[in-house]
């Protein structure tokens, strides 16, 4: 079990290079079972660079009070490195962040039902990762001086090994809907009357989808990997249950220099079999005046939450409206960038933004408010975020769309989307359901099996 109180350890944190021929998602099969087994998974991404698996963290933090403060001191204690300096992660923290951990930031009412039995954090403190780099395929080993060879030995054991056969999973029950058809529109009158009266500019409004469940969920990941492809997708295995994420949208990176960049989704299309209808949704979605108008709205936002830590005069738009595509939607995604002075560090910026604006609305606070009205559950880790705060400065996290929660045996998804005075009710439901037509159907009980 992790250590809940880190001890000073003088050994530094060593990379060196390990002769590994398997995929990532493969070695990381191997020890899918662990508790606090990470793994951040580009799905082989072409815009991607690197992989990470993480195992036994020398502590875990899973209270959110206050959480910026813990995370920081924590990070100031791990251990020196010893290594090569490009490699992004040198020893530091990686993990999930749920939405609900902004309510250590601000002041937010508590209506939605809490009743997903995980806390607001799950994130450790790791010596232990494999960090392979796409482009060349070469895979570090970082751990402590003292256990580089035992995990050398471990991993080149386990990547010999045949692999193991494939677990069953399966859903016990179809999915079913927090909201109907009708309490969606009923909800979404209600968003319309908070716009009218000028409360906010835009709203996010999702339903969650639910189902028990039996058999492993690592196998679940496997199956909706196979079919989404994402570059910010992870895997976290928790004492509870996992953590499933299939995430297309970075929130924030942060180079060593402290180069600060997010890339928010505002405006979402779904895919066609046929090139030119396909071709034909991507370039409407591009040209729309509703949605180009709703990115901009996030960006401004997101302008706004990183001049509060940034060098004012460095945050710039260098990209808006680009078309990013995926197997079951198109969207249109923007860039944001800025730089971080000396004082501050990634831990500040993300409190600083947290949760992302993109998936709140805009003002954000009082858009939370609305949503933690109308929205019947919280959003655990919907929405919240993943990644990794290496001790030198460098990070990396996503928006995490696209996520399950698999807790007590039953498994959670949730699709929204960001509401404006002149959104239609129809299409925005309909959107909800394109968002996750790449997951619910691939793990619909007539369509798994052992």
């Not at 009357?193 to 989808?209: E, H, K, W």
């Not at 990634?346 to 933690?372: F, Q, V, W």
């Not at 807790?407 to 394109?434: M, N, P, Y």
Request: proline share 6%.
């Amino acid at each position: 079990m992790p250590r809940y109180f880190l001890e000073s350890k003088a050994v530094p944190i060593v990379a060196q290079t390990i002769e590994l021929k398997r995929p990532f998602a493969d070695l990381f099969g191997t020890i899918a079972e662990q508790p606090w087994a990470l793994f951040l998974d580009s799905c082989e991404h072409p815009k991607s660079h690197y992989d990470f698996i993480f195992w036994q963290p020398e502590q875990v933090v899973s209270l959110a009070a206050d959480w910026p403060h813990q995370l920081t001191q924590l990070l100031s204690q791990v251990p020196t490195y010893e290594g090569p300096a490009e490699l992004p992660f040198q020893g530091g923290l990686a993990g999930a962040f749920s939405y609900d951990a902004g309510r250590a930031l601000e002041q937010l009412p508590n209506q939605a039902i809490a009743d997903i039995a995980l806390a607001d954090l799950a994130v450790g403190c790791y010596h232990n990762a494999l960090i392979r780099e796409r482009q060349s395929g070469k895979t570090w080993l970082l751990s402590d001086a003292e256990t580089q060879q035992q995990w050398r030995q471990f991993w080149q054991s386990r990547d010999q090994q045949p692999l193991a056969q494939r677990k069953n999973f399966a859903l016990t029950a179809a999915w079913q809907s927090n909201m109907s058809a009708e309490d969606y529109q009923q909800h979404f009158s209600k968003v319309q009357d908070y716009l009218q009266a000028g409360d906010c500019y835009q709203i996010n409004l999702a339903q969650r989808f639910s189902a028990p469940y039996q058999g492993d969920e690592w196998t679940a990941y496997q199956r909706l990997r196979a079919t989404n492809q994402a570059p910010f997708s992870a895997f976290l295995r928790l004492p509870e249950g996992a953590l499933l994420s299939h995430s297309p949208e970075r929130f924030l990176r942060v180079s060593a220099m402290g180069q600060v960049e997010t890339k928010p989704i505002k405006g979402t299309r779904p895919r066609h079999s046929d090139p030119v209808t396909d071709k034909r949704l991507a370039d409407e979605l591009q040209s729309a005046s509703k949605d180009r108008a709703e990115n901009v709205m996030i960006v401004d936002l997101l302008r706004n939450d990183l001049s509060r830590v940034c060098e004012p005069s460095s945050v710039q738009v260098p990209t808006l409206f680009a078309i990013e595509s995926y197997p079951a939607v198109h969207h249109l995604v923007s860039t944001v960038v800025g730089q971080l002075p000396a004082h501050s560090n990634a831990l500040d910026l993300l409190a600083a933004c947290y949760p992302g604006g993109s998936i709140t609305g805009a003002p954000k606070i009082r858009a939370m408010e609305i949503i933690d009205e109308l929205e019947p559950h919280r959003r655990s880790f919907y929405c919240g975020s993943f990644g990794y705060f290496s001790q030198h400065g460098a990070a990396d996290t996503s928006i995490a769309i696209r996520t399950l929660v698999a807790c007590d045996k039953r498994i959670h998804c949730w699709a929204g989307g960001g509401l404006v005075v002149d959104s239609e009710v129809a299409a925005e439901f309909q959107e909800t359901l394109d968002k996750v037509a790449k997951i619910l159907p691939v793990l619909a009980p007539t369509e798994v099996g052992a």
